[in-house]
Structure formats: structure tokens, C-alpha cells
């Protein structure tokens, strides 16, 4: 396994520390309010990612959800690749909520095509960072996370209206990475 953030990695580094930290209330559909990862974890089943009501407190338990993932995460080879290239070329937009879903065509699905501005680009991510709109697609760790022993990739993904109107944070896994072809996104839960 290899994390590529720093954020997720200090988290792993202590994970009875992240997953004790209060954040943001959330309240479930049951009527519990949850405060921590411990907490979210075990009372997470049937919420509704998409309520406006809910997003903006989802947000602080991506890294729950991320953690738990790693820690059933086997290690696996990882082949020479540069993900945020990867990310804004062959990541299917058709397979995950984002603010770029209204411009999907049948020829316009990838991160690059979806775009007016020109992509920052590095060796984990891609990146709109335009005046309107800020959107961040983000390899944060690589292991086998289905079993399969192929590469699998933790995706976090940001995207961000400047004028408040759209602001989602969610994380997403791509199974075999290194496979030809486009990149398929699947939730977390």
C-alpha cells in the first residue's frame, strides 16, 4: 500500500487518534447525531449523499471512510504511471456524481473534455483552478482494495462553486488501474 497524501497519511500513522477526533455533527437518518469516525462507521447505512441538507457534513468524514478502506487494504505492486495524467483523460465522469455531470456528451466524459480551462496536472492529481469553479480529482493512496491483487486507487474528489452554489468532497475507488481504457469510478459505500 502506498498513500500519497499527507493529510490521509498522518491520519494513518494514528488511526485511533482520526477516528476519536470530534467533527462536524452529522445527523443520520435514524435521529442519531455521530461526531467521530468510530461513531459514523458504525450508523452510516442509508444516508442519502446526495441531500444538499447533508453534503457539507459528509465532507469531514471522507477521511473515515478513506481509513477504513485502508485498513483492509492489501499491498500490491504499483505500476510506473502518472495518475493525474491518467485521472484527467481517462477517469469516466459517467460513473460518479460531479458538477461537470450536465456537460456529459457521448463524446465528452473525461476530466480534460469537460473543461474550458487547461488542467494542472501533476503525478497524483488533476485540477480545474478557474475563476468560477475549483475542482480537484486527487489519487491519494494505491493498494488492492477489492482482493483481486491488482492495483486500485483511492480517489478523492473536490469540487467547489466559487459562488457557493456547488461544493461536494467525496472519495471513490478505481479498481485495476493499470488496466487500458477508461477509468470507471465506484463509492466508497
Do not use: K
Amino acid at each position: 500500500m502506498q498513500v500519497f497524501n499527507a493529510e490521509l497519511r498522518a491520519a494513518l500513522d494514528d488511526v485511533a487518534a482520526a477516528m476519536a477526533a470530534e467533527r462536524s455533527p452529522l445527523q443520520l437518518p435514524s435521529g442519531t447525531t455521530v461526531t467521530t469516525c468510530d461513531g459514523y462507521l458504525q450508523q452510516s447505512g442509508g444516508i442519502d449523499r446526495e441531500d444538499p441538507e447533508l453534503m457539507a457534513a459528509l465532507q469531514d468524514y471522507v477521511i473515515c471512510d478513506s481509513l477504513a478502506l485502508l485498513q483492509r487494504a492489501r499491498p500490491v505492486p504499483l505500476a510506473p504511471t502518472s495518475a493525474g495524467h491518467a485521472l484527467a483523460t481517462r477517469l469516466d465522469f459517467r460513473s460518479f456524481p460531479s458538477s461537470r455531470g450536465p456537460r456529459v456528451t457521448a463524446q465528452a466524459y473525461t476530466f480534460e473534455t469537460l473543461v474550458d480551462e487547461p488542467l494542472a496536472i501533476d503525478a497524483n492529481a488533476a485540477t480545474l483552478d478557474a475563476a468560477d469553479w475549483f475542482m480537484r480529482v486527487e489519487r491519494v493512496a494505491a493498494a488492492d482494495f477489492d482482493g483481486d491483487g491488482r492495483e486500485d486507487w483511492l480517489l478523492w474528489i473536490g469540487d467547489d462553486s466559487a459562488a457557493g452554489s456547488y461544493r461536494s468532497f467525496d472519495a471513490v475507488v478505481i479498481r485495476d488501474a493499470a488496466r487500458a481504457g477508461l477509468l470507471t469510478a465506484f463509492p466508497l459505500r
